[in-house]
Nanobody, 124 residues
């Protein structure tokens, strides 16, 4: 069992930056692939980024490539999402997820554990 708690969301202007954190409980954090998803109002939850258990491999949605960076610190049981050059269309609730499978799964059905989400709002 893994419990995930996100933090770091908030209100930021277009072009600004935020860093989201996701703290995980459990001793086996470093055996899970980790990911971030977003859900905009009235839309389905969509994949943002994933990172392998070791942190050596990452994958990003096309919409965030070059702007967002996912990373993890296994000693701290924490995964991060650095978001730069934010746009109004990035506004959403961001969810952290853990998977016993691959970091590259883009469908949320393949992820095993979820956080409660953190709101990110980008003003124009």
């Amino acid at each position: 069992q893994v419990q995930l708690v996100e933090s770091g969301g908030g209100l930021v202007q277009t072009g600004g930056s935020l860093r989201l954190s996701c703290a995980a409980s459990g001793r086996t954090f470093n055996s899970y692939a980790m990911g971030w998803f977003l859900q905009a109002p009235g839309k389905e939850r969509t994949f943002v980024a994933g990172i392998s258990w070791s942190g050596r491999r990452t994958v990003y949605a096309d919409s965030v490539k070059g702007r967002f960076t996912i990373s993890r610190d296994n000693a701290r049981n924490t995964v991060y999402l650095q978001m730069n050059s934010l746009k109004p269309e990035d506004t959403a609730v961001y969810y952290c997820a853990a998977s016993t499978g691959g970091y590259y799964y883009t469908l949320d059905i393949h992820w095993d554990y979820w956080g409660q989400g953190t709101q990110v709002t980008v003003s124009s």
